[in-house]
């Protein structure tokens, strides 16, 4: 009778593995987070869409906020690995800059996240006093802009008037190191004067033409994610403009090859204007217009001789590290965390290797990446779990066992980070307490209680007549979980 006992277990066991089989597709998680209140005037309030697991596909636009105007937006990823189970969290967050001070109220509202409906119930919204903000000034970069043939159609009494707009590429920087980020933009400017004169035209097929022509082959490539292409208002010269971000990216070259940009193009809606409007008669007609940007190559440089000068990874850097025990016994596990923080490109970044001494065992870390990209810039962390084993007493400096080389395009030099931690191993040496310290589990626990009783033959065919039945109603139920969504 034990042994039945215990081949039931198995079954639901079986059973509950099954069902967890169907659940990964639910378990994918869509939620919207809202901001805090109450926040000071010269903060933003934000909505974010946090996605798990899943990458963003599509989005309808985020609510308007009576009192408030949408900013900038900016994506952030969560990358954790575990007993090789990967986790991701990839968070998109729109910006809202109150226009003055008082009490809001963010309505009930939703939104389509990859084609499913995601609900929030609002809040309140407090905004309390601020302390105001210079205006932002920039310089006018580089623009050619011409006009297509003119129609000789049009009618006279419709006449071209200039504007001011232009298409230009941005990048943070004029020349490169192997392996360090450069932030390049694509921007449209347009005075506000001149909304009226320009219209953006097919713009979908268009933008993602000019994004393949940005993409390099010898890089690795951080895309800011934005669906909506919102304006922003800037100053140009003292005068005001609308500037529309329609790329952003954080690219890294991989070798000695330029990134180079061509020339690229975008047609726009230009409008001419009516003479002498009239109230009865259109007051512009529709002609087009092509903006051209400038090509831009930005040189690579070679990093400076050394051993580890094509592997090593390149950043500006910091070390946090902690242990989850300072004194622990001989033969019982504690656990090391390494974590590289800082701005550069985390996905380059690979574990340490020990240097273990004959006293220690170091097993295979865990590894858990946390990227945000926002204002241009790709800063985060990569942490390191190390499980390990002590097998001498004595004292362990982490320096001794673990480094981490890399080189600084801010100093243009090679730096290490080295551990200052240390632990100290206590007990005697034993080889033999090695085995007995592992917990072999409770399966084995049950040895001793069972008996050596015979089994009729015919119980196994039972068992799997019945793991059939089990199976069949499991594979029903995902069938209809399937068609149902």
Known sequence: ??????????????????????????????????????????????????????????????????????????????????????????????????????????????MQVNGKAVQSKGMEIEVTAMQENASQQLNLPDMIAEDEEPDATDEPEFVDKDDNAFLTIYTDKEEVFVGEGINVVLYFY???????????????????????????????????????????????????????????????????????????????????????????????????????SRERVIPVKELPPHPLRDVVPVGNYTLNESLSKKRVAANKSF?????VNGEGNLAAIMPPVPEAPPGLEFYPPDVRQDVTKRSGRVVGSKTFAYTVLPREPGQYKMGKVLQWIYFNPTTASYDTLRPSLQVQITGARGNDALVLSRDLGSF?????????????????????????????????????????K
């Open 1 to 110: 009778m034990p042994l039945r006992h215990l081949f039931m277990r198995l079954f639901v066991l079986l059973f509950l593995i099954c069902v967890a089989s169907v659940v990964p597709a639910w378990a994918q998680q869509i939620s919207l987070e809202l901001g805090k209140s109450p926040l000071p005037l010269n903060q933003y309030y934000t909505i974010s869409i946090k996605l798990q697991d899943q990458p963003l596909k599509e989005y309808t636009p985020f609510p308007e906020i009576e009192g408030f105007k949408k900013s900038n937006k900016y994506s952030s990823t969560k990358t954790i690995i575990t007993g090789g189970k990967t986790t991701t969290i990839l968070t998109i967050t729109q910006n809202y800059a109150a226009l003055e001070e008082g009490e809001y109220v963010l309505k009930p509202f939703s």
């Open 444 to 484: 084995y626990n049950i040895i001793e209680n069972e008996d050596n009783a015979l089994v009729d033959m015919h119980f196994f065919d039972t068992i799997k007549r019945y793991t059939n039945i089990i199976l069949l109603v499991l594979l029903a139920i995902a069938a209809f979980v399937f068609l149902k």
């Open 190 to 292: 347009l005075a506000e004067t001149d909304q009226r004169l320009l219209d953006f035209y097919d713009f979908a097929n268009q933008l993602s033409g000019i994004i393949r022509q940005l993409k390099q082959p010898n890089v690795w490539e951080e895309t800011f994610d934005f669906t909506e292409i919102t304006p922003e208002n800037v100053t140009v010269r003292g005068e005001p403009y609308l500037r529309f971000k329609l790329y952003e990216a954080v690219l890294y070259p991989l070798n000695l090859e330029p990134i180079s940009f061509p020339q690229l193009k975008l047609q726009m809606i230009k409008y001419k204007v009516a003479k002498n409007p009239s109230l009865l008669a259109e007051d512009r007609q529709e002609g087009y217009k092509i903006f051209y």
């Open 335 to 339: 656990t090391y965390l390494f974590e």
